[in-house]
């Protein structure tokens, strides 16, 4: 979508505890920030590791680090610096996609396999209409890009899904296979993470979600031949309402949150749960919430309850405009935030395998929760 970006406690107790929570989290926090060596606006994360970590943003900007974020080295795409980088994907220090968010030709997906000396472009948006708001990959062959909805050949909207098979040529799934968008829907181009698969070369689901006039999520079960789509009871009406992002801890366990980026501080419903792959949605019962721009579940969860199901804890950052939360169900969240005068502004994130989490933002702010 164009648009730019563009507590939980019932009693006197529980307000000094998160107050308290608040006050430590934001002391740790302040540890974490790192350098990176540019004032751009970064939209794209992907953690490959604890040390390997790239990000992306305006101006054609990239960003890498191969040591753990000691020395981050910014660098721009050749003849792109009128591109804004809102998604990156990377599987090494040598290899990664970068996906560009803007109207028409300026939606663009290019590939690196020599950690940026040189940018191969791999696909131009010929549709003056169409719009890249975000891409995901099952491992470095088998990719899937989003677009918002275009006009197909019958005059009706339907969202651009463009797949690889080789990491190299992409197409785009017809439209005649896709729910037609209802009038005024979009996704949001804000975090790299309007869409959703597990990233394993044999699972085959895609999620996306959406705002506007509507807030739903489309799911394929077989990678774009068959979809379905589930209306959801997130906020929505405005152009800037709806899905901002989509999570999945397995093919069952989902998240989606989002809320009006106009309105940041404004209470949801912004936050909910599936436990059935996405054919329904509950909302979440925290109060009062914000505008979230993501949401991703650490990768290694958080170990093994010792409850006697021995079922596996979650533990799932939600990206708000000032602070982070770090969310491990049933408990209350624990707000990261960085100091007020730091003006620091979070956009996208991306969990490490190791576990934890790298945040990118406005004016080229990066930190980590580990």
């Avoid at 785009?172 to 005024?184: F, I, K, N, S």
């Avoid at 914000?290 to 079922?311: E, H, I, L, P, T």
Wanted: with cysteine.
């Amino acid at each position: 979508m164009r648009l730019l970006h563009a507590d939980f406690c019932d009693n006197f107790l529980m307000r000094y505890l998160l107050a308290f929570f608040v006050f430590l989290a934001v002391t740790t926090f302040a540890q974490q920030v790192q350098l990176s060596h540019t004032e751009e606006s970064l939209r794209g994360v992907s953690a490959v590791s604890r040390e390997v970590v790239w990000a992306s943003g305006t101006h054609g900007t990239y960003l890498r680090t191969t040591d753990g974020g000691r020395t981050w080295k910014p660098g721009q795409v050749l003849d792109a610096a009128a591109l804004d980088f809102r998604g990156v994907v990377a599987f090494s220090a040598e290899e990664a996609f970068l996906m560009s968010s803007g109207t028409g030709e300026q939606s663009r997906i290019y590939h690196t396999s020599d950690a940026g000396r040189h940018w191969e472009l791999q696909f131009t948006n010929s549709d003056p209409k169409g719009f890249f708001d975000s891409m995901a990959f099952w491992d470095s062959r088998h990719g899937v890009a989003l677009g918002d909805p275009v006009p197909d050949e019958a005059g009706k909207l339907k969202f651009e899904v463009l797949l690889t098979d080789d990491g190299k040529n992409w197409h785009r799934v017809p439209g005649t296979q896709l729910p037609v968008a209802a009038e005024g829907e979009g996704a949001f181009a804000a975090s790299n993470s309007c869409i959703a698969i597990l990233r394993s070369s044999s699972d085959t689901n895609i999620w996306f979600a959406t705002g506007g006039k509507v807030a739903r999520v489309f799911h394929s079960p077989d990678r774009g031949r068959s979809w379905e789509v589930v209306d959801t009871p997130m906020i929505h009406g405005a152009d800037s309402t709806g899905i901002f992002s989509i999570a999945f801890r397995d093919a069952m366990h989902g998240v989606i949150a989002g809320g009006d980026y106009k309105r940041p501080n404004d209470d949801g419903p912004n936050l909910a749960f599936t436990d059935d792959g996405g054919k329904s949605w509950n909302l979440s019962r925290l109060r009062p919430l914000a505008f979230f721009s993501a949401a991703v579940y650490d990768r290694r969860g958080g170990g093994m309850q010792a409850a006697k199901n021995k079922r596996p804890s979650e533990r799932i950052f939600l990206v708000g405009q000032n602070f982070v939360f770090d969310f491990r169900p049933p408990g209350d969240p624990q707000r990261i935030s960085p100091k007020k005068s730091s003006g620091i502004k979070f956009n996208a994130a991306s969990p490490f395998p190791e576990g934890g989490v790298v945040v990118v933002g406005a004016k080229g702010a990066i930190a980590v929760i580990p």
